[in-house]
């Protein structure tokens, strides 16, 4: 029996989150999506707040996973003790609100999905993630598991795909809002890509107007950065499960532009 698993990149403001609400449904028609895994930190910006997170669940999302923004909209806080569908980096430090791994429910059974920070390049020192995923490996007792890494380096993200490899189903990067073209299924069966990519204004810079950012690259005085205008665009990866080996058959990019149906 396979088992799909479509996975959404970095929603970024009020355009990715109405991307999401007209299109998520639309894609889990089109893919036969069984688990729908979302990336929500950039839905404010920079940090997500309870009706963002509400607004992508009612999209479809069964997951929403967080990254080093987890925590700049303050009144998420209660609402990651409350709601057990979004998760946070598993290696924030440990007296953070929320948890960093779960097991859901799904048409195949309990499905794992673990949350993931780097720490290269990043302003903080989370704990060392290759070390904890083994630790919590150790509590999950279920074939089918998905790790997101939220990293700036590509090696480190590879690294943690390539370490995975056959003892997970898929691990996939978010961060860099840039998908990139490794997709694959790795030599021992697990799904991978560095970075599916974001979800939000096509024509921008990581989802912000291009102006600011090459004002800041300029080293010009620059305000608070704004979303985008314009088109907008959905990004994310597929993976086909087999249930009964927990192992990735096949991993494909998807992309979802303005002019794509979208209910």
Not at 78 to 94: G, S, T
């Amino acid at each position: 029996m396979d088992f799909k698993v479509l996975t959404v990149g970095d929603v970024v403001g009020e355009p990715g989150l109405d991307r999401v609400s007209r299109s998520l449904r639309y894609l889990k028609r089109k893919y036969g999506a069984d688990f729908i895994i979302v990336n929500g930190e950039n839905a404010s910006g920079a940090g997500i707040t309870p009706r963002q997170a509400e607004e992508i669940l009612d999209a479809g999302a069964d997951v929403i996973t967080l990254g080093n923004h987890s925590f700049n909209r303050r009144e998420i806080v209660p609402y990651l003790e409350d709601c057990a569908q979004i998760l946070r980096p598993a290696n924030l430090a440990p007296q953070t609100s929320g948890r960093g791994y779960g097991i859901f429910d799904s048409t195949a059974g309990p499905v794992a999905v673990i949350d993931l920070i780097g720490r290269c390049g990043m302003d903080f020192g989370p704990d060392n993630p290759f070390h904890l995923i083994e630790k919590i490996l150790k509590e999950v007792d279920t074939k089918l598991v998905f790790v997101e890494i939220h990293a700036e380096a590509t090696s480190e993200k590879l690294a943690m795909g390539h370490m995975l490899d056959g003892r997970v189903s898929a691990v996939w990067g978010t961060h860099t809002h840039v998908p990139t073209a490794d997709i694959q299924v790795l030599p021992r069966g697990t799904g991978y890509i560095t970075d599916i990519g974001m979800t939000g204004p096509k024509n921008s810079i990581l989802g912000i107007r291009p102006q600011q950012s090459i004002a800041k690259f300029r080293g010009d005085l620059t305000g608070r950065y704004q979303w985008a205008d314009g088109p907008t665009k959905l990004e994310g990866a597929l993976f086909t499960i087999d249930t009964a080996t927990g192992l990735c058959k096949s991993a494909e990019r998807i992309e979802l532009y303005e002019d794509s149906p979208r209910r």
